[in-house]
């Protein structure tokens, strides 16, 4: 059984980290397997638990890890399989000198996106026995650049499928061998594609599964608002709709009558202000058990 994915978005500031870890410590208490991932370049998880976390998942309770995605690694990453796949594709390759421009193509913009992408890959091969994987957000830019990159690499790669066809059919460079009666189309570049579009199908598909839900965190105020408008209407171009609104730092009888109205298909999660701060996993679970109405939703 896949694990269920939450992702927590919104604008900088708002708490994405404080409800994420919260959220966490409520469903691994239930008890479910979980797993915190901070993809947020700030990493605030680290202070929220008063714990260092790296790439390698550490566990904070019996149910619960947290694991930090080092963007730079990823980066790196992706730019070596990148150049690896060029090279494999173009045998002649030494006319490129790709490894002289490595230096320069590792702040190409879209890597950022590129890199949490095979983070997010990553993270699912390795620990789909989880019953919960939940995904703390950068801020709004890169989380929804991250979120399109399915759809908008399908259609470049779709595009370029379409071009490379055509260059078979018109100029006959692709050659075809017999082996057994059957032919055996000898074009790297068109399989390569046909290997991405097949990817980037299954990442675009699981942002779209039923398992997969987006939590979109504001506070109640008029910046935040407008933004989380924002948000809303961005992802709906893609087909990704929020599931749950989750009101962060609430004063005692503080209305959310214009937030309720407005998000009127999404469940609402409320999340009152911590005067003192919230740090550290005892202070975490007493808030936790202190405000169990907040997380009935999750």
Not at 119 to 132: P, R, W
Not at 194 to 222: G, P, R, W
Not at 232 to 257: G, H, M, P, Y
Request: aromatic share 12%.
């Amino acid at each position: 059984m896949n694990p269920q994915l939450l992702f927590f978005i919104g604008k900088g500031g708002v708490g994405k980290s404080t409800t994420s870890a919260l959220t966490s410590i409520y469903l691994a208490s239930r008890p479910h397997k979980t797993l915190l991932v901070s993809m947020d370049p700030a990493h605030n998880q680290r202070d929220i638990f008063e714990q260092d976390f790296s790439e390698k998942p550490k566990r904070v309770s019996e149910t619960l890890m947290v694991k930090e995605v080092n963007t730079d690694f990823w980066i790196e990453k992706y730019l070596k399989e990148t150049t690896n796949q060029i090279k494999e594709t173009y045998k002649y390759e030494s006319a490129f000198n790709l490894q002289n421009y490595f230096n320069v193509l590792q702040f190409s913009p879209g890597l950022e996106e590129y890199a949490l992408l095979l983070a997010f890959e990553d993270t699912l091969k390795k620990y789909g026995d989880q019953d919960f994987i939940v995904f703390d957000m950068a801020p709004t830019a890169l989380t929804l650049r991250f979120f399109s990159l399915p759809f908008i690499t399908l259609i470049w790669l779709e595009e370029l499928l379409t071009l490379r066809s055509q260059i078979y059919k018109k100029k006959e460079i692709i050659s075809k061998i017999k082996i057994a009666g059957r032919e055996i189309e000898q074009d790297r570049v068109k399989a390569k594609l046909e290997s991405l579009i097949c990817n980037y199908e299954h990442l675009q598909q699981q942002f779209l599964s039923e398992t997969t839900k987006v939590n979109l965190v504001m506070n109640n105020d008029k910046l935040s608002f407008s933004e989380a408008y924002r948000i809303r209407q961005k992802l709906a171009d893609i087909s990704i709709a929020i599931d749950r609104i989750v009101i962060n730092k609430l004063q005692q009888d503080e209305s959310t009558a214009e937030i309720e109205k407005e998000f009127k298909e999404q469940k609402i999660g409320k999340f009152a202000l911590a005067p003192n701060g919230l740090s550290g996993y005892a202070v975490l679970t007493e808030y936790i058990e202190a405000n169990k109405k907040a997380f009935q939703e999750t």
